[in-house]
T-cell receptor
């Protein structure tokens, strides 16, 4: 039981490049989330998916898109990366309660 | 805008003493409250959750909730050097739903051997 997994662990992009961050969970959870964590800012919600087939914006959705591919997988896409998107990105999932479990994170640098 | 406030620290506590971490929140409709621990370079790890007013104990950890005063605290008894980490307070308004958590910026705790 791996819990929540994320790929890649590290990524360096140039401004304007695109990429997709992948997240998968094997806990049969309905809800999945994407957060970013910046120094001094704490964790901020980007997008979430309450159940398969639905997605909603969080606090900081601009510049991102998401896809809930199936119950297990929830991806985050940066269409045109900007230096302001340099951050650590965490995926999380939750079952029947709002207790969330986090993946190991992706450290993204945009030059 | 929901807000969760924590003192950023660092909070320095001698080994074996009680560490007390505090958190206040702005939304009176908040239903569920969480404490996560985060080691440097790692992901947040759930320590405790609390839904009702009062105390909830789990081993060396006690969470305290006071909805009237809108604060939640975490006590760590018999503090160990391995407890040195950043502690994140998080609040959910969904009451079992799924619309995400609002996090405080975290308190950096240092346990001095």
């Amino acid at each position: 039981n791996a819990g929540v997994t994320q790929t890649p662990k590290f990524q360096v992009l140039k401004t304007g490049q695109s990429m997709t961050l992948q997240c998968a969970q094997d806990m049969n959870h309905n809800s999945m989330y994407w957060y970013r964590q910046d120094p001094g800012m704490g964790l901020r919600l980007i997008y979430y998916s309450a159940s398969e087939g639905t997605t909603d914006k969080g606090e900081v959705p601009n510049g991102y898109n998401v896809s809930r591919l199936n119950k297990r997988e929830f991806s985050l896409r940066l269409e045109s990366a900007a230096p302001s998107q340099t951050s650590v990105y965490f995926c999380a999932s939750a079952g029947g309660t709002d207790t969330q479990y986090f993946g190991p994170g992706t450290r993204l640098t945009v030059l | 805008q929901k807000e969760v406030e924590q003192n950023s620290g660092p909070l320095s506590v001698p080994e074996g003493a009680i560490a007390s971490l505090n958190c206040t929140y702005s939304d009176r409709g908040s239903q569920s409250f969480f404490w996560y621990r985060q080691y440097s370079g790692k992901s947040p790890e759930l320590i405790m959750f609390i839904y009702s007013n009062g105390d909830k104990e789990d081993g060396r950890f006690t969470a305290q909730l006071n909805k009237a005063s809108q604060y939640v605290s975490l006590l760590i008894r018999d503090s160990q050097p391995s407890d040195s980490a950043t502690y994140l307070c998080a609040v959910s308004n969904s009451g079992g739903g799924a619309d995400g958590l609002t996090f405080g910026k975290g308190t950096h705790l240092i346990i001095q051997p």
